[in-house]
C-alpha cells in the first residue's frame, strides 16, 4: 500500500515522505504507539516507498511498477517481514499469516483476546533462531533488485533476550542500503540500546471518522453500521474490523435493549434476559459493558441536546427517545458509573451472575430515583 492509503497519521507519514525526497532515509526506525493505529500498515508503505522501481516519485510509491507489486503480495526479494510467532507456529502459519498481512495490514496477526479467553493461543515471540536465518543472514547482503534492502520486524517488544543482542550487532554495523522498520506498542520493553539506534516515529490512535470512513472503503461495512462500530473500537482499526466481522455484536446490541428495559420494568417474565447476560464470557460481558455503556452516553447525548443531537446508535434513535422520555428524573451519569463498575468488577474474581443481577437492581435505581427525584412520593401517586 502507498502512503496514500495509511490512516490518519499525517505527521509520520510526512516526516517518511521527507526523508525519501531529500534521500535522508535512516537505516532504522522504530514505529510505535496504541494496538490498532497502523504501525504494520504504515511500515509496508515506507517499504514499498524504498522498493518502488520509479523511486517513489513525489516521496510516495507508484503503486503500479513491478516492485510495488511484489512489495504488495510480499514477495520482494528485498523485503523480509519478520513477525513473532509462538513456539509451535509451522510453516503453514506462517505463510497464513504473512497472507493475511498482504491481504488487510490492518487487521490483527495474533489470535484476538477472545481466544485467549478460552486459554488458546500462545504467547508469540521472535527466536534468536528465526532472527539469524531470517534477518542477520540476507540483510548483509547487497539488495538484490533495489536500492534498499527492507527489514520489517513486528512487535519487537516480544524479543528473546539473546535475539535481541543478535540483532543488535546488525543495527551498529548496517549494511549499505539496509533499512530496517521496527515496530511495537511497548517501547518500555525494547532494550535502551535498540531504541537509541532508532528513529523514532509515534503514531497515535485513529480517530473515529477516520475508522469509520476506513470500514466502509476497506471492508465493504455499510455506513450506519460503520459509525455504530467505529467509537467502540478505541482508535483501532485492528479492533473495528473485528468487531465489523463478528456476528455477535448485532445480537449483543439488541440484549443491552432488553437489559435495559428490564431493569427498567423490572418484570419477572422479562427475567430470561439476567440469565442471557450471565451466560456471556468474562470477555464478552465486558464488550456487553461497553455497548451499554455506549447507549447510555446517547441517553446524555440527547437528553442535553434533544432531537438534534448526533447519536452513537443512529439505528436504536427511536429506543433511545423512549428511554430519555420516559426517564425524566434518571440520573443518567449513575448509570455510566454503575455501568463501569461491572465492567471493572468482572476482571476481578467476581461471580459474573452476580455482578448482572446487581448490575439489573442498580441500574433500576439510577433509573428511577436519580438525583431530580422528589425525595417524598405520596402513596396516592
Ligand atoms: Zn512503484
Known sequence: MPFADVLDQPRAVEALRRALVSGRVAHAYLVYGPDGAGKKALALAFAQALLCDRNAPGGDACGVCNGCLKVRKLAHPDLHVVLPLPSDADEDDVKARLARLADEPYAALSPSLRKK????????????????????????????????????????????????????????????????????????????????????LRLDALADDAVAAALVARAGVPAAEAAVLAPMAGGSMARALELAADPDVAAQRELVLRFFRYAFVRKPEQAAVLDDVAAL??????????????????????????????LANADQRSAVEGFVGNLPHADLHGMVERLEEARSLVERNVSLSLVVRVLAVRLGEAMHYGPCAPVFVPLAA
Open 117 to 200: 479467553d478460552d486459554g488458546a493461543g500462545k504467547q508469540a515471540f521472535h527466536s534468536t533462531e528465526r532472527m539469524n536465518e531470517e534477518v542477520r543472514r540476507p540483510m548483509v547482503y547487497q539488495p538484490l533488485e533495489a536500492k534498499h534492502k527492507v527489514a520489517i520486524l513486528v512487535d519487537v517488544d516480544v524479543m528473546r533476550p539473546e535475539a535481541a543482542n543478535a540483532f543488535l550487532k546488525l543495527l551498529e554495523e548496517p549494511s549499505e542500503g539496509a533499512v530496517f522498520i521496527l515496530t511495537t506498542s511497548r517501547t518500555d520493553r525494547v532494550l535502551p540500546t535498540i531504541l537509541s539506534r532508532c528513529q523514532p
Open 281 to 310: 464470557s468474562r470477555e464478552g460481558f465486558k464488550r456487553f459493558c461497553d455497548l451499554a455503556l455506549h447507549f447510555a452516553h446517547d441517553l446524555v447525548r440527547y437528553r442535553t441536546l434533544g432531537p438534534t443531537a448526533v
